[in-house]
């Protein structure tokens, strides 16, 4: 079965360019998560999705990031316009929506670098 | 200047010997606890779960322990193997608050030969 797909796995750009990473989830599966992990602050929930409905998104650093889920098999994260400070590994998790806890299965991320 | 990152607290291990990976969680509201295995260039993958209501669950060669008088979670890996060399984190998840977890900062596991 095909997991959490992210693409891209790398992404180099410089400083004030657009950055899109994209994430299809499990089939089936509900909600959607993303996620950002630094060596500073470890893994850091960024916003997350029910039914493509964004639920949570305190943890979205400021205005520069935003999030899409279009319909129940995409996502986007975007950077705009990205500073040095976003390098970090991006991941995207997925797990199905039931009364309670679900694991989430997480893709293997996209490693950013803002030049 | 450089930034300083994490620290990582490093397990030692001897091939075949037990692991034990401590966590102490900080909500005494959670419901449940998680434990997460990443290996390097990878994302976490699921390794068990336990619910509040429980002291104990064991899996494949794995054992969680949860102590909610202080807070204390471990991870128990039997016969510990090259391939379990990774960073363990455990997570919280809070009733009512969907899927969303909190993460601590992780515990590198190093399995000497």
């Known amino acids: 079965d095909a997991g959490v797909i992210q693409s891209p796995r790398h992404e180099v750009t410089e400083m004030g360019q657009e950055v899109t990473l994209r994430c299809k989830p499990i089939s089936g599966h509900n909600s959607l998560f993303w996620y950002r992990q630094t060596m500073m602050r470890g893994l850091e929930l960024l916003i997350y999705f029910n039914n493509n409905v964004p639920i949570d998104d305190s943890g979205m650093p400021e205005d520069r990031f935003s999030a899409k889920m279009p319909n129940a098999s995409f996502s986007t994260l975007k950077i705009q316009p990205s500073e040095p400070r976003d390098s970090a590994v991006y991941f995207c998790?997925?797990?199905?929506?039931?009364?309670?806890?679900?694991?989430?299965?997480f893709g293997d991320g996209t490693r950013l670098s803002i030049l | 200047g450089e930034s300083v990152g994490l620290h990582l607290p490093t397990l030692s291990v001897q091939e075949g010997d037990n692991s034990i990976i401590n966590c102490a969680y900080s909500?005494?509201?959670?419901?449940?606890f998680i434990w997460y295995k990443q290996e390097s260039g990878k994302g976490p993958q699921f390794i068990i779960d336990i619910r509040s209501n429980m002291d104990k669950r064991q899996g494949q060669r794995v054992t969680v322990l949860l102590n909610k008088t202080v807070k204390h979670l471990s991870l128990q890996i039997a016969a510990t193997q090259p391939g379990d060399s990774a960073v363990y984190f455990c997570a919280e998840n809070m009733p009512g608050g969907g899927n969303k977890l909190t993460f601590g900062t992780g515990t590198q596991l190093k399995v000497e030969l």
């Open positions: 998790a997925s797990s199905p929506l039931a009364g309670g806890w679900q694991p989430q299965h």
């Open positions: 909500n005494s509201a959670s419901d449940y």
